[in-house]
T-cell receptor, first 109, second 114 residues
């Protein structure tokens, strides 16, 4: 299967700071999503971004598929941004996704 | 539009028992996939169903099985439970049957095996 590496594994930020989370993957993909896992375990969709750049409020994401990486930017972080961020990639037929090990973000007031 | 619904949300079983988890996808979604999340192994793909057929299967033993009904609802079953099966089981639905559509996850079923 496809190997997915996320960095950094842990991140502690002061409220208001900016951050960049990275996702590297080992093979060609035709799908990439970023998720935020809330304290109750649900994976919340942030971006569906197989390529290109998207923005949604304080969050934006860029995927460079040819170089096999994606970046998630969080600006002006808030305590509610705390949690684990996952990158997931898919390829081939069907909806089999490979997940990274996540970045655990803590935003302190 | 209602999201992905998983039941039960929490359950406790003992070793050797079996368990059935249910997932109702978003209306109109025909693809349902299942993932297991544990602290040690992270998020791992179990299987995917599309139009009542298993389309992909992850690397799990035969004790893990699933099925999909004509209304796209899906169930997964784990037989002869082991302590290591304790996990959060997440179901996801996708609107597309073609390669790698966008996934939408439910809140999960948290299984504890004693």
């Amino acid at each position: 299967g496809i190997q997915v590496e996320q960095s950094p594994p842990d991140l502690i930020l002061q409220e208001g700071a900016n951050s960049t989370l990275r996702c590297n993957f080992s093979d060609s993909v035709n799908n990439l999503q970023w998720f935020h896992q809330n304290p109750w375990g649900q994976l919340i969709n942030l971006f569906y971004i197989p390529s290109g750049t998207k923005q949604n409020g304080r969050l934006s994401a860029t995927t460079v598929a040819t170089e096999r990486y994606s970046l998630l930017y969080i600006s002006s972080s808030q305590t509610t941004d705390s949690g684990v961020y996952f990158c997931a990639v898919g390829s081939g037929t069907g909806n089999q996704f490979y997940f990274g090990t996540g970045t655990s973000l803590t935003v302190i007031p | 539009k209602a999201g992905v619904t998983q039941t039960p949300r929490y359950l406790i079983k003992t070793r050797g028992q079996q368990v059935t988890l249910s997932c109702s996808p978003i209306s109109g979604h025909r693809s349902v996939s299942w993932y297991q999340q544990t602290p040690g192994q992270g998020l791992q793909f179990l299987f995917e169903y599309f139009s009542e057929t298993q389309r992909n299967k992850g690397n799990f033993p035969g004790r893990f099985s699933g099925r999909q009904f004509s209304n796209s609802r899906s169930e997964m079953n784990v037989s002869t439970l082991e302590l290591g099966d304790s996990a959060l089981y997440l179901c996801a639905s996708s609107p597309t049957g073609r390669a790698a559509g966008e996934l939408f996850f439910g809140e999960g079923s948290r299984l504890t095996v004693l």
